[in-house]
């Protein structure tokens, strides 16, 4: 059997922070790209401590060490899409510019993520929000803040659909090429995407669930995946929001709190009783093939 000589499938890059109960950060990012069929690469930005219960503590990678992990993996491979979550510092943040600058990757998604959904310890900090809004944002395709996250980089109070709109020009006068601010924090969990020209509304279904741990991530990730597969960005966008509810709809609780989405869904099987789980036989070696043991 050939081997083509390089990956069949894009080659996504996650630059994040690692959640531990892997409903977050890269591991969600991860999954995300796996369920596009892409092929997810990541460079860590900080080790958290926490649990479906909250964030105990960070502990940010140090800048030389988050630009030598982009500069590793830019080296080797060709990045189809990029997709940035939280950087904690601005010494984080403007290693990613500069690794940004360098790189010139055509798709780059920046979710200025500032603290967890389900609180506990900052996500990043007041300068490194400060760059991202005046350096970072100008780098990326697109931004995608929640309402909080736009509260927090305008220094508004966002009460409505209006107050979204207008936080997604602001935000395009700042410098971003294009912005989604998301509306999952609101009553209808619409979604508001601004390019510079016109303002569309991306509505759906808010669906009552106390499992959306990451699902800001999942939304940026499944953007990026999009992008990275030729499609343009108000349909990557329309895509990404129904995977996002779909996942969150046929999601389960894994700890004491909030649970991760579903993101294989469309893969998922009925659970078998331990030890009788089927083999996948489809494209074993030989030596494991059914009836080829001795
Ligand atoms: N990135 C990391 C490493 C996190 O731990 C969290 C939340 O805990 C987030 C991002 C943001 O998560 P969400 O997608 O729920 O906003």
Known sequence: MSHPATSPLPIVLTIAGFDPSCGAGIAADLKTFAAHNCYGIAAVTALTVQSTQGVRSTHLTPAATLRAQLDALAEDMTIVAVK?????????????????????????????????????????????????????????????????????????????????????????????????????????????????????HFGGDKVKSPNTHGSGCTFASAITAQLATGRALRESVLLAKAYVTKAIERSYAVGKGPGPLNHFYRIQQEPQPRGTHELPTHGMHPAAEPGVRG
């Open 84 to 200: 940035i979550g939280m950087l904690g510092n601005k010494a984080n943040a403007a290693a990613v510019a500069e690794f940004l600058d360098k790189a010139q990757i055509a798709n780059v998604v920046l979710d200025p993520v500032a603290r967890a959904q389900a609180g506990g310890a900052e996500l990043m900090d007041a300068s490194g929000l400060k760059y991202l809004r005046e350096e970072l944002m100008k780098h990326a395709t697109v931004v995608t803040p929640n309402v909080p996250e736009a509260e927090a980089l305008l220094g508004v109070e966002i009460k409505d659909l209006a107050a979204m709109e207008a936080a997604a020009r602001k935000l395009v006068e700042l410098g971003a090429r294009a912005v989604v601010v998301k509306g999952g924090h609101m009553e209808k969990a619409i979604d508001v995407l601004f390019e510079g020209s016109e303002v569309l």
